[in-house]
Protein backbone atom coordinates (compact mmCIF):
# COMPACT_ATOMS: atom_id res chain seq x y z
CA UNK A 1 0.00 0.00 0.00
CA UNK A 2 1.22 3.57 -1.14
CA UNK A 3 1.47 5.95 1.70
CA UNK A 4 3.15 9.45 1.88
CA UNK A 5 3.50 10.99 5.01
CA UNK A 6 4.22 14.69 5.38
CA UNK A 7 5.67 16.30 8.56
CA UNK A 8 7.70 19.51 9.68
CA UNK A 9 5.03 22.16 9.92
CA UNK A 10 4.07 24.40 12.02
CA UNK A 11 4.01 28.70 13.16
CA UNK A 12 7.21 30.69 12.42
CA UNK A 13 7.64 34.14 11.89
CA UNK A 14 8.44 36.07 8.52
CA UNK A 15 11.88 35.61 7.59
CA UNK A 16 12.00 32.04 9.51
CA UNK A 17 12.55 29.02 7.84
CA UNK A 18 11.21 25.50 8.13
CA UNK A 19 11.84 21.80 6.64
CA UNK A 20 9.01 19.68 5.63
CA UNK A 21 9.50 16.39 5.05
CA UNK A 22 7.69 14.04 2.80
CA UNK A 23 8.21 9.65 3.61
CA UNK A 24 7.28 7.16 1.42
CA UNK A 25 6.43 3.26 1.89
CA UNK A 26 5.04 1.22 0.02
CA UNK A 27 6.68 1.35 -3.17
CA UNK A 28 10.74 2.36 -3.97
CA UNK A 29 10.08 6.40 -4.39
CA UNK A 30 13.56 6.66 -5.84
CA UNK A 31 12.12 6.28 -9.34
CA UNK A 32 9.12 8.21 -9.15
CA UNK A 33 8.59 12.08 -9.43
CA UNK A 34 8.01 13.33 -5.94
CA UNK A 35 6.31 17.09 -5.64
CA UNK A 36 5.34 19.23 -3.07
CA UNK A 37 1.91 21.58 -3.54
CA UNK A 38 0.14 23.98 -1.32
CA UNK A 39 -3.40 25.04 -1.06
CA UNK A 40 -4.41 27.96 0.90
CA UNK A 41 -7.89 28.90 1.90
CA UNK A 42 -9.88 29.98 -0.70
CA UNK A 43 -7.56 29.44 -3.26
CA UNK A 44 -6.52 26.11 -5.44
CA UNK A 45 -3.98 23.81 -5.13
CA UNK A 46 -0.56 25.06 -6.46
CA UNK A 47 2.35 23.22 -7.10
CA UNK A 48 5.57 24.96 -6.13
CA UNK A 49 8.42 22.60 -6.32
CA UNK A 50 9.42 18.71 -7.71
CA UNK A 51 12.34 16.65 -8.34
CA UNK A 52 12.57 14.01 -10.49
CA UNK A 53 15.69 11.54 -9.30
CA UNK A 54 15.84 10.08 -12.96
CA UNK A 55 16.96 12.64 -15.29
CA UNK A 56 17.82 15.55 -12.40
CA UNK A 57 14.84 17.44 -12.85
CA UNK A 58 14.20 19.76 -10.85
CA UNK A 59 11.24 22.40 -11.10
CA UNK A 60 10.08 25.22 -8.76
CA UNK A 61 7.10 27.73 -9.10
CA UNK A 62 8.53 31.62 -9.78
CA UNK A 63 7.62 32.73 -6.48
CA UNK A 64 9.24 30.17 -4.09
CA UNK A 65 12.47 30.21 -6.56
CA UNK A 66 15.63 31.26 -4.67
CA UNK A 67 13.63 30.45 -0.91
CA UNK A 68 12.45 26.87 -1.29
CA UNK A 69 14.75 24.04 -2.10
CA UNK A 70 13.52 20.65 -2.79
CA UNK A 71 15.58 17.17 -2.66
CA UNK A 72 15.68 13.80 -1.50
CA UNK A 73 17.32 10.88 0.58
CA UNK A 74 16.98 8.08 -1.60
CA UNK A 75 18.04 5.38 1.61
CA UNK A 76 15.71 6.90 3.61
CA UNK A 77 12.74 6.93 0.93
CA UNK A 78 12.20 10.90 2.11
CA UNK A 79 11.88 14.07 0.27
CA UNK A 80 12.55 17.22 1.54
CA UNK A 81 11.18 20.99 1.07
CA UNK A 82 13.58 23.45 2.98
CA UNK A 83 11.89 27.22 3.41
CA UNK A 84 13.45 29.84 3.94
CA UNK A 85 13.13 33.36 4.13
CA UNK A 86 9.39 32.35 4.48
CA UNK A 87 6.44 35.44 3.57
CA UNK A 88 2.86 35.27 5.20
CA UNK A 89 1.70 34.68 1.41
CA UNK A 90 3.47 30.97 2.08
CA UNK A 91 0.86 30.09 4.97
CA UNK A 92 -1.19 27.05 3.46
CA UNK A 93 -1.21 23.39 3.88
CA UNK A 94 1.64 22.01 2.05
CA UNK A 95 1.45 18.46 0.26
CA UNK A 96 4.04 16.17 -0.85
CA UNK A 97 2.82 13.70 -4.12
CA UNK A 98 3.66 10.79 -6.14
CA UNK A 99 2.98 10.04 -9.94
CA UNK A 100 1.57 7.00 -10.80
CA UNK A 101 3.81 5.15 -12.64
CA UNK A 102 8.14 5.48 -12.26
CA UNK A 103 10.27 7.52 -15.26
CA UNK A 104 7.29 10.03 -15.90
CA UNK A 105 8.46 13.66 -15.77
CA UNK A 106 7.94 16.65 -13.24
CA UNK A 107 4.02 17.81 -13.57
CA UNK A 108 3.14 21.84 -12.64
CA UNK A 109 -0.86 20.02 -12.60
CA UNK A 110 -2.31 18.61 -9.55
CA UNK A 111 -4.28 16.37 -11.34
CA UNK A 112 -1.01 14.38 -13.13
CA UNK A 113 -0.22 12.72 -9.42
CA UNK A 114 -2.05 10.13 -7.73
CA UNK A 115 -0.62 9.58 -4.03
CA UNK A 116 -1.11 12.46 -1.78
CA UNK A 117 0.09 12.80 1.82
CA UNK A 118 -2.39 14.28 4.74
CA UNK A 119 -0.72 17.92 4.25
CA UNK A 120 1.01 19.48 6.72
CA UNK A 121 -0.04 23.50 8.00
CA UNK A 122 2.59 26.30 7.74
CA UNK A 123 1.70 29.59 9.17
CA UNK A 124 4.17 32.45 8.47
CA UNK A 125 2.54 34.96 11.01
CA UNK A 126 4.01 37.57 13.27
Known amino acids: QVQLVESGGGLVQPGGSLRLSCTAS????????IAWFRQAPGKEREGVAC????????YYVDSVKGRLTISRDNAKNTAYLQMNSLKPEDTAVYYC???????????????????WGQGTQVTVSS
Open 51 to 58: ANNIDGEI
Open 26 to 33: GFTSRFFV
Open 97 to 115: AARAQPYLSCSGSSGAYTY
